[in-house]
């Protein structure tokens, strides 16, 4: 008999730093494998343009990762006019392995803000913003050199953080083929912004999943159609749905709403679903979704900066190796790097 | 002594089937020079995926402009969620010559619309709205393929048929240098989009303007800076202008707010200035602006539509000749068409 006058807690409460440090142990060890001798700690150039003190929290943030793990961070503070210009260099120095911009730049004016992403290299796109990386994602192709097959196309990192994180939790099921892992699970994303969301429920979908995205203009179906026979996810309007109807048939809750005041109205969701908040705000009430939900990860954003350097590691095993000597290990381990994905 | 009661017209109307018919000539005569024998009529594959009126009506005129100078036009209806898969299948198509879309497609989600535009082969992106194209045209980069030159880059279609206006107006000054002829004229811009305000004031501030960029976030002032010493135009805000400060010292008003009810301030505007709009709804008071303005350009639609067409002879006169025996003369009239850019 047990002694607690506390009621049996059934919710298993993940950090993100839990999941982010096995991460970046991967990371770590990859990074071993597949550096040429001699080489210096790889370089990651952040660019700062929009005042935004959040941003700053975020980069100081990276830094910290970067510098733990072996990385090199190199912020740069520039002004929004002169951004352009100063990416345009840093695509041309050879000791810049990855670049990452902290966007809104022009928050009244998201078009050129993808004007702006369009402008780095696709060898340094550690944030996979450029339209082929994107333009892979949802046509679920993995490779950026068919039919070689030697340049893994590069994930944006939140969502693929939420995938590292539902992989973690075993909501990705291990026994079914890779890409297939999501098959049978019901999925609702609230947010379907073009950074995050869209990708997110794209990407879950193509990995077989049944995901209903959410955002105020209504709800919008993704899946790869009965029996996931189809090679990409199609999506499907659904006329007069809202989260009443999502909800209580979603495996998965994952809510990334922007606003302070949004919570995800914890009567709705299922009892013993998985839920996972990937806004800077609690998109969930706390208390009462741990009393609701069996898994709750409140926050990604470890897990975001752990798959930024994990991006960083893949764009440098895409390049191929410089010094001839090494050149036979190096290449395989390259081609090895993150095989499981 | 003059008879007539009226006053004398001190106001000359122009209207832009004039301005178009004399586009429409250079470019039938351009084509002619440059088409391999044999080869049949160009043609511009047009995507209608947004179920828009306007749009339909705006792609009747540009099949009729077509179809009266030589040209094909293939207008295809699609659903929005297939319009990727079907652009990427235009750009395989061999007899498809120029690919237009008609946007927004997703008017809540302009980044969805960069996306979808990226899709465009570089080779047939007749509105000049891939990233290459207008980064060239902010940095006032006039070819695609440097050092060699033989590639002209795309210029998108309404910014460049104002340029066009502009031209014939006499208001670029022949005397002066290719690439400087605005220099001394002051313009105000009124709206400042991604698609056409932006561009258009880079492109003015480009050829030496100085120009006054207006929305309803403020004054940007664009320019290539005292004696136009620099290759391509700066931005600085403005703060504290409104039209109030612009609009009396500027030598060309052109405005282009896609809304009903907005009208340029009339007694805002110098004596003897020349204007030009480019909304589909009328943004000058006609009565009172034919009082006050030297010329006046009521609508440019037409001028759009045979800059769209001269576009797509340009994105012919890029590609190398196919058959051995024409290509010396052919390859020759494409190096010179449309020299004068």
Chains 1, 2 share one sequence.
Not at 237 to 253: A, F, T
């Amino acid at each position: 008999m047990m002694a607690s006058q506390d009621a049996v807690k059934t919710c298993r409460v993940l950090t993100a730093e839990t999941i982010a440090k096995n991460l970046l142990n991967e990371v770590r060890d990859t990074l071993a494998k597949i550096q040429e001798t001699g080489s210096g700690q790889p370089m990651l150039a952040a660019f700062l343009a929009n005042g935004d003190p959040h941003a700053e929290k975020y980069a100081e943030w990276s830094k910290k990762t970067c510098e733990d793990n072996g990385f090199k961070f190199d912020l740069r503070n520039v002004e929004k006019e002169a951004l352009e210009e100063e990416i345009m260099k840093a695509n041309e120095e050879e000791e810049v392995d990855g670049i990452i911009v902290y966007y809104p730049i022009f928050p009244k004016n998201p078009s050129h803000d993808k004007y702006v992403q369009e402008t780095v290299d696709l060898g340094k796109d550690v944030e996979g913003m450029r339209h082929q990386h994107l333009h892979n994602m949802y046509h679920n192709i993995r490779y950026l050199d068919p039919p070689e097959n030697r340049k893994k196309s590069i994930l944006p990192c939140t969502p693929l953080a939420v995938v590292k994180i539902l992989e973690y939790l075993q909501i990705y099921n291990p026994v079914l083929a890779a890409g297939n892992r999501l098959y049978g699970k019901t999925i609702t994303v609230i947010n379907r912004s073009e950074v995050n969301g869209r990708p997110l429920a794209a990407l879950l979908a193509n990995d077989g999943a049944t995901v209903y995205s959410v955002d105020i203009t209504g709800v919008q179906l993704f899946t790869r159609g009965q029996g996931i026979k189809k090679v990409r996810h199609q999506v499907e309007d659904k006329e007069g749905w809202g989260l009443e109807q999502c909800l209580p048939i979603s495996d998965v809750v994952i809510s990334g709403v922007p606003t302070e005041s949004y919570k995800v109205p914890t009567e709705l969701i299922r009892d013993g679903a998985a839920c996972i908040n990937f806004s800077s705000y609690k998109n969930f009430d706390g208390p009462a979704i741990k009393e609701k939900a069996a898994l709750y990860v409140p926050s990604v954003g470890k897990v975001t900066i752990a798959v930024l350097l994990r991006n960083l590691v893949r764009l440098i095993a895409n390049r191929p190796a410089k010094k001839p000597a090494d050149s036979g290990d190096i290449a395989q381990a390259r081609n090895e790097a993150f095989a499981d994905d």
